[in-house]
């Protein structure tokens, strides 16, 4: 049973915005950190953007800082990722992954995420 679903991906011009979704469904876990990651052709997967679930304190890649938001919806148990001035380079498929540790250390690489979602492409033509 997949427990992070993910919307929103799309095909969108340069300047553009486009606004992501992950829902953990039928939640079974807890939640210490909700993250994106990206992974674009022939790359591997990078950090986007996190926010830690019980403090709301976000972190950002400096490649996105400044035209990415990351917000929550506790009660939803969702995620969005907010995507402003949108970049060729910002082509890739975008994750959302779970890290259940409620230790307050937000985790910038992928090996320390518990749950991911199936992924949702994002391609931004110039």
């Known amino acids: 049973q997949q427990q992070l679903v993910e919307s929103g991906g799309g095909l969108v011009q340069a300047g553009g915005s486009l606004r992501l979704s992950c829902a953990a469904s039928?939640?079974?876990?807890?939640?210490?950190?909700m993250a994106w990651f990206r992974q674009a052709p022939g790359k591997e997967r990078e950090f986007v953007t996190a926010?830690?679930?019980?403090?709301?304190?976000?972190y950002y890649a400096d490649s996105v800082k400044g035209r990415f938001t990351i917000l929550r919806d506790n009660a939803k148990n969702t995620v969005y990722l907010q995507m402003n001035s949108l970049k060729p380079e910002d082509t890739a498929v975008y994750y959302c992954?779970?890290?259940?540790?409620?230790?307050?250390?937000?985790?910038?690489?992928?090996?320390?995420?518990?749950?991911w979602g199936q992924g949702t492409q994002v391609t931004v033509s110039s």
């Open positions: 992954a779970v890290d259940r540790s409620l230790a307050g250390v937000v985790h910038t690489t992928s090996d320390e995420y518990d749950y």
């Open positions: 039928a939640r079974t876990f807890t939640i210490g950190t």
């Open positions: 926010i830690s679930w019980r403090t709301g304190n976000t």
